[in-house]
C-alpha cells in the first residue's frame, strides 16, 4: 500500500468561486457509443483519447492536485487503443514540466502483457513527481476495491497484525487501492447513474450528471460541472 498524503487544497478561480482539490469523472462505454451512433470504432477511439487528453490539460491549467479517471469501456478493443497512449505518458512533455504523478487503480493485472508494461512504467518513471496526481481506473469496481480492503484486514487479523476490536472506518481507508488521495470533492458522471466510482470515499462528494454523454463531453461541461459544485456549497455554507 502506497504511503503517501496528499492535503486537500481548494484553489480559487476568479473571485467567487472554487475548484475543488479532487475531481473524478467516469467516462462512457465507448464501443456501444459508436454502435448506437453508427460510427467508426477507430473514430470513437480517437475522440476518447482526445477528451482523456482535454481533461489532462484542465486539471494542469487549474491546477486540480487530483484527478482521477475512470475508464468505464474495459473492453479489449478500446484498452487496445489506449496502448500507445500509455506507453508515452509519462514522457509526455505536459507530464513532466508539472511533475504529474501516475497510478492506475482496478484489476488489470489479468490483461494484455504489452498494456500491463505501459502502465507500469507510467507510474514508475513518474513515482517521484508530487505536483499533481493523475489517477486511471481500468477494470475498477467500487464493491470490489471495498471488498478487496476488507479481505486484506481480514487477513490482517488472522496473522495477528491487526486486533478486531480495532478495525474502524480508518482501517478500510487505509487498506483501499486509493488510500493514498484525498475524497473526491467533485464527481462526475456521463451517464444517467452513479457508477460506484471511489464508491468508499464518495459519502461528502457533490454528484454532477452531466447532460452530456462522455464523447460528447467538453472543456464547458467540465467548467458547468465545477458551478454546479460551487451552487451546492454556496447552499451548504448559507451563501444562496
Given at each position: 500500500?502506497?504511503?503517501?498524503?496528499?492535503?486537500?487544497?481548494?484553489?480559487?478561480?476568479?473571485?467567487?468561486?472554487?475548484?475543488?482539490?479532487?475531481?473524478?469523472?467516469?467516462?462512457?462505454?465507448?464501443?456501444?457509443?459508436?454502435?448506437?451512433?453508427?460510427?467508426?470504432?477507430?473514430?470513437?477511439?480517437?475522440?476518447?483519447?482526445?477528451?482523456?487528453?482535454?481533461?489532462?490539460?484542465?486539471?494542469?491549467?487549474?491546477?486540480?492536485?487530483?484527478?482521477?479517471?475512470?475508464?468505464?469501456?474495459?473492453?479489449?478493443?478500446?484498452?487496445?487503443?489506449?496502448?500507445?497512449?500509455?506507453?508515452?505518458?509519462?514522457?509526455?512533455?505536459?507530464?513532466?514540466?508539472?511533475?504529474?504523478?501516475?497510478?492506475?487503480?482496478?484489476?488489470?493485472?489479468?490483461?494484455?502483457?504489452?498494456?500491463?508494461?505501459?502502465?507500469?512504467?507510467?507510474?514508475?518513471?513518474?513515482?517521484?513527481?508530487?505536483?499533481?496526481?493523475?489517477?486511471?481506473?481500468?477494470?475498477?469496481?467500487?464493491?470490489?476495491?471495498?471488498?478487496?480492503?476488507?479481505?486484506?484486514?481480514?487477513?490482517?487479523?488472522v496473522s495477528g497484525k491487526l486486533v478486531e476490536a480495532e478495525v474502524?472506518?480508518?482501517?478500510?481507508?487505509?487498506?483501499?487501492?486509493?488510500?493514498?488521495?484525498?475524497?473526491?470533492?467533485?464527481?462526475?458522471?456521463?451517464?444517467?447513474?452513479?457508477?460506484?466510482?471511489?464508491?468508499?470515499?464518495?459519502?461528502?462528494s457533490v454528484i454532477h450528471f452531466s447532460s452530456k454523454r462522455w464523447?460528447?463531453?467538453?472543456?464547458?461541461?467540465?467548467?458547468?460541472?465545477?458551478?454546479?459544485?460551487?451552487?451546492?456549497?454556496?447552499?451548504?455554507?448559507?451563501?444562496?
Amino acid at each position: 500500500m502506497v504511503e503517501l498524503t496528499i492535503p486537500i487544497v481548494n484553489i480559487p478561480i476568479g473571485k467567487s468561486r472554487k475548484i475543488p482539490s479532487h475531481i473524478a469523472i467516469n467516462t462512457g462505454l465507448v464501443k456501444k457509443w459508436a454502435e448506437d451512433n453508427k460510427k467508426d470504432l477507430k473514430e470513437a477511439l480517437g475522440k476518447h483519447l482526445e477528451s482523456i487528453r482535454e481533461l489532462m490539460g484542465y486539471q494542469v491549467k487549474n491546477n486540480i492536485r487530483v484527478l482521477t479517471i475512470g475508464l468505464a469501456d474495459s473492453s479489449p478493443e478500446i484498452l487496445g487503443g489506449l496502448k500507445d497512449f500509455f506507453a508515452s505518458l509519462s514522457e509526455d512533455e505536459s507530464i513532466r514540466k508539472n511533475q504529474v504523478r501516475i497510478f492506475v487503480l482496478g484489476q488489470w493485472y489479468d490483461l494484455d502483457i504489452e498494456l500491463r508494461d505501459a502502465f507500469k512504467s507510467a507510474m514508475d518513471k513518474t513515482k517521484m513527481y508530487d505536483n499533481l496526481f493523475l489517477n486511471f481506473c481500468v477494470k475498477y469496481d467500487g464493491r470490489a476495491e471495498v471488498l478487496g480492503a476488507v479481505q486484506l484486514i481480514a487477513k490482517k487479523i488472522v496473522s495477528g497484525k491487526l486486533v478486531e476490536a480495532e478495525v474502524s472506518e480508518d482501517s478500510v481507508k487505509e487498506n483501499l487501492s486509493s488510500s493514498y488521495f484525498p475524497p473526491p470533492e467533485l464527481i462526475i458522471e456521463t451517464r444517467n447513474s452513479y457508477s460506484g466510482l471511489l464508491l468508499w470515499e464518495s459519502k461528502e462528494s457533490v454528484i454532477h450528471f452531466s447532460s452530456k454523454r462522455w464523447l460528447l463531453f467538453e472543456k464547458k461541461d467540465l467548467d458547468e460541472a465545477v458551478a454546479f459544485y460551487n451552487t451546492v456549497h454556496s447552499k451548504d455554507d448559507g451563501n444562496a
